[in-house]
């Protein structure tokens, strides 16, 4: 039989908070974060709406290493900091080298990208900052959080665009699974609000001009976020012999590969990753009480998904509860997948489905119970959480209650 | 007695250093600074510029060689000295 694998910690940060308790406050409230942008440094960029993190808490992050990170390896840090504190580890010479850390990364640390072609280009500059190559790199976060802990086991970066948290978690699962570490912080990054990103998506036209309204049929498109979120990970007998607070299981997890469009999403892709995901769990569609939808916001995606949420769960598709929370966090890119776990987490453990925020219009094309602008009390014995991608390349994640 | 250039380069460490730190001189170690080893060739890389001169530095070649302040002063005061 295989290695049971628990989350016991849990830390993150976006537009609704700086703790993951702060999160899941806010989502259970229904509160959205999405506003007008603050940064001053977007330039000439038209993009009206955004969810960022107006001031970073006290991090503790000593200068020296500071100066080497983009803004996406801060995040990562200060939430895989707390989220090994939430679990009471201690990490030290008898135990580093069996635990490791994997980073989901969307894009990658563009800030110093920016500012080098704008010294460069603009301001006459001879050459790029010394920290470029490593501030940059997709693989920082996790070397950044390894060095912050302490960590000498299995160590790497994943990306697989907005689904690299989810991706990140199931592969620190399998490394648990398959015997290289005993304990794995995963989770994922990104810190998009830079003009260049921004004008990226602009020139998309998938940015909604207002907010986030998953499911609604006025909705506009989506709404870009910054944050990171990451889960400490181990087995269930480690977990149990150190006396741990075990939060929930990681049942299993499914992927596919649409392999048909760069970005325009299939059904069967993101339905053979679900199907996959509770063959995998052992689970029955019957037993999954909350879905954390992908629910980007854009006509295609939500559409898309309700039709494979149906094929895959059939008459229950109508009973589950289903939320999209990036109505209320945005789309955080690399860290969506790690934010939306606490989502499925806290639900399981407080009875509450987090809502989807924003909401005003029903779409017939989106007809299952999206949990309107209010939480909903229900018990929930296991939750699926979905992350679908550019490249269509999708990983969904069940969890179930310990 | 500190010359101009390494009052100059003492002047641009401290911009680099944890504020409160302790007096930087020319016998000060480099791995005591709580800067980045990058940073502080960053530092003589700025110093390119303002002398017009070529450093012709691998990184890790440079730091294998300088133990304390002194001794980047004195590399940066070798390189003026070819140039000239």
Same mark, same amino acid.
């Given at each position: 039989?295989?290695?049971?694998?628990?989350?016991?910690?849990?830390?993150?940060?976006?537009?609704?908070?700086?703790?993951?308790?702060?999160?899941?406050?806010?989502?259970?409230?229904?509160?959205?974060?999405?506003?007008?942008?603050?940064?001053?440094?977007?330039?000439?960029?038209?993009?009206?709406?955004?969810?960022?993190?107006?001031?970073?808490?006290?991090?503790?992050?000593?200068?020296?290493?500071?100066?080497?990170?983009?803004?996406?390896?801060?995040?990562?840090?200060?939430?895989?900091?707390?989220?090994?504190?939430?679990?009471?580890?201690?990490? !030290?010479?008898?135990?580093?080298?069996?635990?490791?850390?994997?980073?989901?990364?969307?894009?990658?640390?563009?800030?110093?990208?920016?500012?080098?072609?704008?010294?460069?280009?603009?301001?006459?500059?001879?050459?790029?900052?010394?920290?470029?190559?490593?501030?940059?790199?997709?693989?920082?976060?996790?070397?950044?959080?390894?060095?912050?802990?302490?960590?000498?086991?299995?160590?790497?970066?994943?990306?697989?665009?907005?689904?690299?948290?989810?991706?990140?978690?199931?592969?620190?699962? !399998?490394?648990?699974?398959?015997?290289?570490?005993?304990?794995?912080?995963?989770?994922?990054?990104?810190?998009?609000?830079?003009?260049?990103?921004?004008?990226?998506?602009?020139?998309?036209?998938?940015?909604?001009?207002?907010?986030?309204?998953p499911f609604s049929a006025d909705r506009q498109g989506l709404v870009l976020g910054e944050g990171a979120g990451m889960v400490?990970?181990?087995?269930? !007998?480690?977990?149990?012999?150190?006396?741990?607070?075990?939060?929930?299981?990681?049942?299993?997890?499914?992927?596919?590969?649409?392999?048909?469009?760069?970005?325009?999403? =299939?059904?069967?892709?993101?339905?053979?990753?679900?199907?996959?995901?509770?063959?995998?769990?052992?689970?029955?569609?019957?037993?999954?009480?909350?879905?954390?939808?992908h629910g980007t916001g854009t006509k295609a995606n939500d559409q898309i998904e309700t039709s494979a949420i149906k094929r895959?769960?059939?008459?229950?598709?109508?009973?589950?509860?289903?939320?999209?929370?990036?109505?209320?966090?945005?789309?955080?890119?690399?860290?969506?997948?790690?934010?939306?776990?606490?989502?499925?987490?806290?639900?399981?453990?407080?009875?509450?489905?987090?809502?989807?925020?924003?909401?005003?219009?029903?779409?017939?094309?989106?007809?299952?119970?999206?949990?309107?602008? =209010?939480?909903?009390?229900?018990?929930?014995?296991?939750?699926?959480?979905?992350?679908?991608?550019?490249?269509?390349?999708?990983?969904?994640?069940?969890?179930?209650?310990? | 007695?500190?010359?101009?250039?390494?009052?100059?380069?003492?002047?641009?460490?401290?911009?680099?250093?944890?504020? +409160?730190?302790?007096?930087?001189? %020319?016998?000060?170690?480099?791995?005591?600074?709580?800067?980045?080893?990058?940073?502080?060739?960053?530092?003589?890389?700025?110093?390119?510029?303002?002398? +017009?001169?070529?450093?012709?530095?691998?990184?890790?070649?440079?730091?294998?060689?300088?133990?304390? %302040? +002194?001794?980047?002063?004195?590399?940066?005061?070798?390189?003026?000295?070819?140039?000239?």
């Amino acid at each position: 039989m295989r290695k049971r694998v628990v989350i016991t910690g849990m830390g993150g940060l976006c537009g609704l908070g700086t703790s993951a308790a702060e999160i899941w406050n806010e989502m259970r409230a229904g509160r959205s974060a999405i506003g007008p942008i603050s940064n001053p440094a977007l330039h000439d960029t038209r993009v009206a709406s955004g969810c960022e993190i107006k001031t970073l808490p006290d991090h503790g992050v000593e200068r020296k290493q500071l100066v080497a990170m983009d803004r996406f390896s801060l995040l990562a840090v200060i939430a895989a900091r707390e989220a090994a504190r939430n679990a009471g580890l201690s990490i !030290d010479e008898t135990n580093t080298q069996r635990i490791g850390t994997i980073v989901g990364v969307g894009v990658c640390g563009w800030e110093v990208i920016e500012e080098n072609y704008r010294a460069i280009l603009l301001e006459g500059k001879s050459r790029a900052g010394i920290f470029s190559v490593p501030k940059a790199m997709p693989g920082a976060p996790a070397g950044h959080v390894s060095m912050s802990l302490g960590l000498r086991g299995p160590v790497f970066g994943v990306t697989s665009a907005c689904a690299s948290s989810n991706h990140a978690i199931a592969s620190a699962v !399998d490394q648990i699974r398959l015997g290289r570490a005993d304990v794995m912080l995963a989770g994922g990054t990104d810190a998009p609000m830079v003009w260049g990103i921004l004008k990226g998506w602009e020139a998309l036209r998938v940015l909604s001009p207002d907010t986030c309204r998953p499911f609604s049929a006025d909705r506009q498109g989506l709404v870009l976020g910054e944050g990171a979120g990451m889960v400490v990970l181990e087995s269930y !007998d480690h977990a149990v012999a150190r006396g741990a607070d075990i939060l929930a299981e990681v049942a299993g997890s499914g992927f596919s590969g649409d392999a048909s469009d760069i970005v325009a999403p =299939t059904i069967e892709g993101p339905e053979r990753a679900m199907r996959a995901c509770l063959a995998d769990a052992g689970l029955n569609p019957e037993e999954i009480d909350y879905l954390n939808a992908h629910g980007t916001g854009t006509k295609a995606n939500d559409q898309i998904e309700t039709s494979a949420i149906k094929r895959v769960f059939g008459d229950h598709a109508y009973k589950l509860s289903v939320s999209s929370t990036k109505s209320m966090h945005a789309h955080c890119l690399g860290a969506s997948g790690a934010l939306e776990l606490i989502a499925c987490v806290m639900a399981m453990r407080e009875g509450i489905v987090p809502p989807t925020a924003n909401y005003r219009e029903p779409d017939p094309d989106c007809d299952l119970d999206i949990t309107p602008n =209010t939480a909903r009390e229900r018990k929930v014995r296991a939750a699926i959480s979905n992350a679908f991608a550019f490249g269509g390349t999708n990983a969904v994640l069940a969890l179930k209650a310990v | 007695m500190a010359d101009q250039l390494a009052t100059e380069i003492i002047g641009k460490i401290k911009e680099h250093a944890e504020p +409160g730190d302790e007096e930087i001189t %020319v016998t000060t170690e480099l791995t005591s600074l709580g800067i980045h080893s990058l940073e502080l060739t960053e530092i003589i890389f700025d110093l390119e510029e303002q002398y +017009g001169i070529e450093i012709e530095m691998n990184t890790v070649d440079a730091w294998s060689n300088l133990k304390n %302040v +002194g001794d980047m002063i004195e590399a940066v005061r070798a390189l003026i000295a070819k140039k000239n």
